[in-house]
């Protein structure tokens, strides 16, 4: 063969190897793969119904003596998210089953209470903790040696929590409420009073979201 048909076939090669090349390289440019996106971050927003459990207590730090009543009640409420932000507000009634305040000549009783309440908190995925505060509507009843009481009184609340959702809509809660109720009247042997009352309230529940 001929040199000068040699430096032909060469070029020939050279050139079917590079346009080859480039094809694979441009195949590949223009065809990258997938890019990973992040599954969308849980949403607290919406409406929720629910039921809670636990103590309504005097004082620290022992919930479970037995000046204590056993609470139970019903909440239900809305949330809104901005972005790791929560708020909300929530309407809650429970019974407290009894727990002792003492007045002036005796011990009045908390029976029930109806509160109002604004929610605040940050999430962290699946975990919210907020703080609350609100209105609270409570019932006392005559205890040991009282007579009468001033039946249903206003007071204020504040409080705070913490709540884990998990799937198909449901949610578990632990949250502490202060409660003061002042000027709560009361009648025994030792005439009229008027008592500043503070209650606490540690309670457990279970939230559906829908």
Not at 61 to 73: E, H, M, Q, T, Y
Not at 74 to 88: F, K, R, S, T
Not at 138 to 143: E, L, P, V, W
Request: aromatic share 10%.
């Amino acid at each position: 063969m001929s040199s000068q048909r040699k430096t032909v076939l060469l070029a020939g090669v050279v050139a079917l190897l590079a346009f080859t090349t480039g094809t694979a390289m441009a195949a590949d440019y223009y065809n990258p793969a997938p890019a990973y996106n992040d599954p969308p971050a849980f949403q607290w927003s919406g409406a929720y119904i629910g039921a809670h459990g636990g103590t309504a207590f005097t004082k620290m730090p022992n919930p479970f003596a037995d000046r204590n009543g056993w609470s139970g009640g019903i909440q239900g409420g809305y949330n809104i998210q901005m972005g790791p932000a929560v708020l909300g507000a929530e309407l809650e009634g429970s019974y407290l089953g009894g727990a002792e305040h003492k007045v002036r000549g005796g011990k009045i009783e908390e029976k029930w209470r109806a509160a109002a309440k604004a929610k605040a908190g940050l999430t962290f995925n699946q975990t919210l903790v907020f703080g609350t505060a609100g209105v609270a509507l409570t019932k006392f009843d005559a205890g040991d040696k009282v007579r009468d009481t001033s039946g249903w009184k206003t007071g204020y609340l504040v409080g705070g929590g913490v709540e884990q959702a998990f799937a198909g809509g449901l949610s578990a809660k632990i949250e502490y409420n202060y409660i003061h109720t002042p000027n709560v009247k009361a009648t025994s042997a030792l005439g009229r009073s008027e008592t500043d009352i503070g209650s606490h309230e540690l309670k457990a529940g279970l939230n559906y979201r829908f």
